[in-house]
């Protein structure tokens, strides 16, 4: 049994070539820790011998972003890898495949992906990717369906949700996303000229009740496991791939919490691009062009998981008349309101986008800052009443900065 500590370059190395079946035992190994996330250390170890490389990733027993006062449970290590397995099995091509692992020390060993772009750093370089939207469909049917109720029998549904227990992961989120954003907390981080929206934000009880009702469900719904943390910059692309990653935040949780991520970070590169984009036709193509991937992602998604339902459902209910329409309906309406609560919380809580927060320009910082918060807003107060992607669409179109 290995006993924690955190690995050097060294120790990485000496653990990947004991790895069977990778590396030749003359293989000139290189090691470098590029971890830049919030949370863990990241080894990309390489093979000057041969165009073999590998990723080792290991947790920190606390939140890197903040230091050791935020302690974190090593067991999420466990639960990032079991759900990457999870992931790689429904959807080999879209999750990177996992080579081997150690829960004592809290390490995964994984596919590395360095030949595709962080995207979100691709989409503020204007980057298109036209087929993501069907590539994200599919995961995302794929692996909430097969994981649900709907498949699942309950017992073994039980099983996986007593397995993906998250307490110490869904907390950052039901604190960053759910609560700090609508009151004061030491957490949140907005300049001095963004007061007037952190106000409104305290004081807006329209808002409170639905980011209330929104956070029961976080809370309470455990229908399918959830990627968690289902954001841009966890995911890998070139124009004709997408991998997911760091699924670290997984967990039984709702459907609709991995659609509104990775909406609601289309929307805050959409509300980015004055920012970025040098003429203001550039802009406008970006812009609708980002809307469309919005209406797309659900429509993908849509299309697949009825198809799924109509071919492997094993609810003994699901052919109920009305059934599958009420519930895709109910995950439409929360993927809007968490896509508008997770637009709210990069503004003005503790952890930022580089979309918005690197746009050089303070004058049009302030611009996609205010008009992310409109947004947000706008999905949020009006997630209930909502029922097509394009209505989420017109709700980006109406919302107004202050
Ligand atoms: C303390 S961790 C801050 C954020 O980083 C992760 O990517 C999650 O989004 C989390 O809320
Ligand atoms: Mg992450």
Avoid at 11 to 26: E, M
Avoid at 220 to 244: M, Q, Y
């Amino acid at each position: 049994m290995s006993t924690y500590h955190p690995l050097t370059v060294q120790d990485a190395i000496s653990l990947v070539r004991g790895i069977p079946g990778h590396f030749t035992p003359d293989a000139q190994l290189e090691c470098k820790e590029i971890g830049d996330g919030n949370l863990n250390l990241v080894f990309h170890i390489t093979d000057r011998n041969s165009d073999k490389s590998i990723i080792v990733k290991q947790a920190l027993p606390y939140a890197k972003v903040v230091g050791e006062s935020w302690p974190l449970s090593l067991d999420r290590a466990r639960i990032e890898r079991e759900a990457l397995q999870v992931q790689y099995r429904l959807c080999p091509g879209l999750a990177p495949q996992v080579f081997s692992y150690d829960d004592d020390l809290a390490i995964t060993v994984m596919e590395d992906l360095s030949d595709h772009t962080i995207m979100r750093k691709g989409l503020i370089e204007g980057q298109a990717y036209p087929l993501f939207a069907r590539h994200i469909g599919e995961f995302t049917a794929r692996t909430l369906f097969y994981t649900s109720d709907l498949y699942l029998n309950p017992q073994e549904k039980k099983e996986q949700v007593r397995k993906f227990i998250n307490p110490d992961l869904c907390k950052i989120t039901e604190d960053l996303i759910f609560d700090d954003p609508y009151r004061f907390s030491d957490n949140n981080n907005y300049p001095d000229y963004l007061e007037d929206e952190a106000k409104e934000l305290r004081e807006n009880g329209k808002l409170h009740l639905e980011v209330a009702l929104l956070r029961e469900a976080f809370l309470t719904r455990t229908e399918a496991l959830v990627h968690g943390d289902l954001h841009t910059g966890s995911i890998f692309v070139t124009p004709e791939s997408t991998k997911v990653i760091d699924p670290e935040f997984a967990y039984y949780g709702p459907m609709g919490f991995d659609l509104g991520a990775i909406i609601g970070n289309l929307l805050l590169n959409y509300a980015s691009r004055p920012g970025w984009d040098a003429a203001e036709s550039e802009v406008l193509g970006n812009q609708e062009r980002l809307l469309r991937m919005v209406s797309d992602v659900w429509s993908e998604f849509e299309i697949r998981f009825r198809k799924l339902w109509d071919e492997d459902a094993r609810d003994p209910l699901a052919k109920a008349p009305g059934y599958q329409d009420a519930y895709v309906a109910k995950v439409l309406r929360d993927a809007c309101g968490f896509a508008g609560c997770k637009m709210i919380r990069r503004i003005v809580g503790l952890s930022h986008v580089a979309d918005i927060d690197t746009i050089a320009d303070v004058k049009l910082r302030e611009k996609a800052q205010r008009t992310a918060l409109a947004i947000g807003k706008q999905l949020v107060l009006f997630n209930r009443t909502i029922q097509s992607g394009e209505d989420i669409v017109r709700l980006v179109k109406e919302a107004e900065p202050l």
